[in-house]
């Protein structure tokens, strides 16, 4: 199966969605282990009290470092989305033939000399929307995007008063010229980048505050309040000692060695051409 972004979202998704359910798992064996305690005739009752809050301290720990080690697999999920995303829309869109590019150059040139010497905007308008109309070509339209504001702008200079109106009008163009030749992966990966990018922002596994306040309930309000805010539990100068190994996600960091020995192999070719050039210059070569 292609691991595309949208595969990537879905992994992030599983770990969000499923992770109630792991936090009710852990609040059972929290009830479980209470209820042993509670029950034990050989406790007083400030035994069990003081043996309670040494449960909730070992729990709570526990529960958070799993949470963290969570956190890390989804932001992970969210990143390679993110990359896959970024991967597609970076791809060149591909070009049409030599011939092509050259009638279409040759017309978009008369046509901005047909703008420059129309007085009226609508009718420059009107001139420019006949030949966006005639694009067929994704290409074409990525180059007349790229020129866009120096097109227009003499329809805008010339529209006086109306020159807002024309604007919102020309601008529903611009956008057509890009959404109305993006193919549906390219559409996909747009969407996907931007909600990876919404979530790795948002840096939540949990929507609202029940999941919170469930967490309080069970192991008390110092280490529930951080069910979600592991990050900055672990970074408290008391609670460092306690941080888990960080989550290594093996396709991000077998991007990351090969990318540092391909800049290892860069860097060396580098230095071996600034040699080459010092000998050329002293006359040793």
Do not use: C, W
């Amino acid at each position: 199966m292609k691991k595309t972004a949208r595969y990537y979202l879905d992994k992030a998704q599983e770990i969000k969605q499923s992770s109630t359910a792991f936090l009710r798992e852990l609040q059972k064996e929290m009830d479980n282990l209470s209820k042993e305690i509670e029950f034990d005739e050989h406790l007083t009752r400030s035994g069990k009290i003081a043996k309670k809050s040494e449960l909730k301290d070992v729990k709570g720990i526990e529960a958070l470092k799993k949470f963290h080690q969570r956190k890390q697999q989804y932001l992970s999920e969210l990143t390679k989305a993110k990359k896959a995303a970024e991967k597609i829309l970076k791809q060149p869109i591909k070009k049409p033939s030599s011939e092509e590019i050259e009638q279409f150059e040759k017309r978009f040139k008369q046509l901005k000399t047909e703008l420059f010497l129309t007085p009226r905007a609508d009718r420059a308008e009107q001139k420019l929307r006949e030949f966006v109309a005639d694009i067929k070509h994704g290409y074409f339209a990525e180059k007349v995007r790229d020129e866009f504001s120096e097109v227009v702008g003499t329809i805008v200079s010339s529209a006086g008063p109306q020159a807002a109106q024309f604007k919102m009008r020309l601008f529903d163009m611009y956008e057509k010229l890009q959404s109305e030749f993006e193919s549906p992966e390219v559409k996909e990966a747009k969407e996907a980048l931007e909600y990876a990018e919404y979530a790795i922002s948002e840096n939540r596994l949990f929507a609202g505050d029940l999941a919170v306040n469930a967490a309080v309930s069970t192991f008390g309000a110092k280490y529930g309040n951080f069910i979600d805010k592991t990050d900055e539990f672990f970074a408290m100068e008391e609670n460092q000692e306690h941080r888990p190994t960080d989550y290594v996600d093996p396709e991000l960091e077998e991007e990351k060695v090969f990318s540092e020995k391909l800049n290892n192999v860069n860097l060396m070719f580098s230095n071996i051409e600034k040699i080459m050039a010092d000998k050329v210059a002293k006359g040793e070569i």
